[in-house]
Structures are given as C-alpha cells and as structure tokens.
C-alpha cells in the first residue's frame, strides 16, 4: 500500500470518524423526542428540528471554558483528547467493506479490545484532576463498571473468535454463516450489554448520576472541552455498533454484498445504535449492587457457557 493511499484512506476515515458521532448525538435527540414527547428538538432550524445540533455546537462555543483553581492543569486539559482518541484508533481497525480497512491487522479483535480499554483513563484522569470530591466518586465507579464488564465482553469475543478461526475481524465476517445469529446469539447479548455499561450508558449510568454525584468525572467541565466528552460517548457507540454488527450480524455479508457491503455494515450498526438509545429512554438507572450483579451473577456465567458450548461445537465440527 502506497503512502498516497494510506493517506487518502487515513483522511476519509477521519472525517467519517467526526461525522458519524454527529449522526448519533442527532438521532439521539429525534428518537428521544419521539419516544418521550419532547418538543424542544424538533423546532431548531424548522423542519423536524434539522438544526438542533448545529444549534448544540454553537452552545458549546459560548460557554465559557472554566479550569478549576485546585485542579491539575495539564491532566484536566489533556483528559477530554484522552477519552476520544481510543475510540479513533479503534475506528481504524474496523472493517466496513472487504478491503476498505484503515489498519488490516492479523489480531485486528483483539486490538479493538485493548484500545478501547484504554479509554476509562480519560474518565479517571478527569476525575482526579478536577479537585472535587463528586468527580473523583464518578471517576472510581467509571473504573470498577470497567474492571466489571471487560471480563464478560472479552469472553463474548474469544467465543466469536473461537467460532471463525480468527482473531481478525475481518476473518470473522469471511467465516460468518447465518446460522450465527442463534448459536452466537448469547456471546452478541453479552457483548452489547457490557458495550453500554462500558459506555456509561443508561440503565449503566452510575458514573455520571447527577442526582447523585452532580455529573460525576465531568462535573467541572464546560464548553468545548465538555463536549469532547459527549463526542466520546458517541463516537463510542459508534465503535461499538460497528463491532457488534462484525462480530455477531456478519457485517458486510448480506444481498449483493460485493456493491452493498459497506451499506450492509452501517445499516446493521445503525440498528444496534438505536437499540443503545432506546435503552437510555426505556430503562431506569440502576444502583451499584445490581450492576456488580448483573455483570459477575448474569453475563459471566452466561458468557462461559457461550465459550464452553463453541468449543464443542467447533471440536465436534472440526
């Protein structure tokens, strides 16, 4: 590959990159508005609230920037770059077409895995230069949910590996047979669940409760730095509908995938984004007890038994 066209593709997945976080945040706002009767998002701009975002970034830009006097300058400014660069990297490793990858990389899954982990330190990092004891609290629980749920989403995607042969996440869709949507459908369950609480998505929004902990790690946090933490967040689903849509819905397989692949590969990580809204609108918050439950009583088991049951397939087919 030229550096011409490491260049070009580098550029195009960039712009991709800061475009479809947008696309999310958006369409967050609509189904919101849809499901919860909210009028506000629908009148910016006129038609069906079409300037609601770009009403958001000018917001954003008039909002005075505010370093706490206690805080540690350097780690508090440098925190918001620290939570959305992972998600860029990870981004880069993603097929969405045969071929059309940034970084095709032999182990591709599990560096999407260790790149995305490394996220939480923007959080943390956040949270102990703040000098507030609020943000500190929502930084500890950002750090136990993830100890918490890498575990059972790590297993989902050894188990999907397992399956394809491959720790390449573009082998895994070259290996994908429909069949996968029931016997993998377990490891899928697992992964998304653990992606939203990763995430510190709603009903996983602990970190963040502001009838709590006021906005948790973010609570000092103001204009543009403040809203590099929402474009993490939904460059995060972003990278996670895409790796659902990979790993579990065959990505670019479908009808004509040799033209339509990539319009397969975001049709399918589009409804995975939707299903990530609807769990903020659709579900209560919960405490602390019940997530350690849900992730160590609920998807670790069940994430095993999705292991233990591939091996036996793939030994018995092999």
Known sequence: MSLLEITLRSLV????FLVLPLLVGQTE???????????????AGGFHGWAQLVADGVKFLQKEDITPAAADRRVFRLAPALALIPYLLAAA???IHPGAVIADLPGSAVYVLAVTGVGILGTLMAGWASANKYSLLGAL??????LSYELPMVLAVVSVCMAAGSLSLGGIVEAWQPWWLLWQAPGALVFLVAAVAELQRPPFDMPVADSEIVFGAYTEYTGLRFAFFLLAEYAGIVVMSLLVAVLFLGGWRGPFDDVLGWAWTFSKGFVVAFLIIWFRVAWPRLREDQLQRVAWLGLVPLALAQLALTAVVVVMTA
């Open 13 to 16: 997945a960039l712009a991709g």
């Open 29 to 43: 706002h609509k189904v919101m508005a849809h499901m919860q009767g909210r009028l506000g998002p629908m009148y």
């Open 93 to 95: 490793a993603i097929p």
């Open 141 to 146: 629980r950002s750090a136990a949910q993830l």
